[in-house]
């Protein structure tokens, strides 16, 4: 394998690690930094993008697509000491907030995804975790290898390695992936994963989505499973999209009910805004 420099993987390192470690966990035998780049309805604020960075570690056998900002978040809220240190850095954004009415003041302290995807290829299954509601968090199981990809023959060179394209329709989106035979772990970004090679980057047709890989590196890090603090209740796919979904449409109905105090009217989308959905979208 080729050694290549690290271009952007900005790992967060949490000085409680070490207090949610209690056995050897299974070593990644690589690295990839990835930018979701994610298009989305914010209220009234209407169509956003933003990037999201993530990390995949990957051996032959396991995987874990995270975002190191939410684990380093994480990490924090499941020990005493830890909520304390989230507090300063929470009231300190808030700060800054007030001082300068820039939102990107928040952008370190506010949770930004939720998202985390396992792989067990001895198990044949992947585990993925996310929001599901204003306070609620779910999870769900299916089977690796749904994707039916379609290769094709046109190459492009990314991050130094030459990779080809690959094409399939997922849960609703028509995705078109860049991978390299020259890493050949069947793995890539988010559930996308089943080519002879590592996805480096993938779009879906509208694009609303993309990943893009930004740099990686051979690794012996330990993939630790999610911080258990936070309650994950079991969920169908299916599931837990649809009641995402109706969070979000009416979030300021919901709010309002948990909190005794009116918050408005929930937005209405616009055309544009209602063509904007989730990575998958086949729950309707």
Known sequence: MKTKLIISICLLTSPFTALAKKKEYPRAEIKVGYTYNETFVRGSDGIIKREIPFVLLANKEQSKFYSPKTEFKDSLQSTPQGRVVEKELFNDAIKRYMETKDRSAMSSVVY??????????????????????????????????????????????????????????????????????????????WKLTGLPGLILEAEESTGQHSFVATGLEASNQEIYPIYPYRQYDKMSRMEMLRQYRNYLDHSSSINSAAIGINLGKDHIKNEEESKIDFLESDYH
């Open 112 to 189: 930004q995804t939720f998202l985390y995807v396992f792989r067990s290829k001895p198990d044949n299954e992947m585990t993925v975790y996310d929001k599901a509601g204003s306070l609620e968090q779910g999870y769900y199981t299916e089977p690796i290898g749904e994707i039916q990809w379609e290769i094709g023959d046109s190459t492009k060179n990314v991050l130094g390695y030459e990779c080809t394209i690959a094409t399939a329709d997922y849960h609703g989106r028509h995705w078109t992936a860049w991978f390299t035979p020259e890493i050949p772990l069947q793995e890539g970004p």
